[in-house]
């Protein structure tokens, strides 16, 4: 063998190692990213499920209506990825709440999960529903 073919063929050895360690790291920050996405659009739940417990009654002599955006003000939470011993990412969780014009009450609830993955990329995971008055 000449010294051209041993450098040649360690050329190539080191190209393939380089692309197996670039997928490797592409793999693992995918990983990362969907896990934190999860996590994300489930804070986003949560907070869905909050207002949507809240108590909204028309119907009654006493009405009372708690279903306003005052109730839920922007809320700073931690995405939690498990398995991991790294600080959690932080999270802002905005709700909004508008009405519907309808004959019946009516209203949308839109929740905001917005996060920063590795500190660049903006997020954001959203959910709406709509929601009408207790009877």
Known sequence: MTLVEV???LVITVLIVAGIVNGYIY???AAVKAELAQAAN???MQRLEEVR???WNT???LAEDQLVATNFPDEIVTLDVPGTNTVGTLATIITT???ISLPSPMRTIHVDCVWQFLGGEWITNAIE???AADQ
């Open 129 to 131: 529903t709509i929601r």
């Open 7 to 9: 450098l040649f063929s």
């Open 59 to 61: 119907s009654s002599s």
């Open 42 to 44: 489930a804070k986003a």
């Open 97 to 99: 709440i508008t009405p």
């Open 27 to 29: 793999c693992t920050t």
């Open 53 to 55: 417990s809240a108590t």
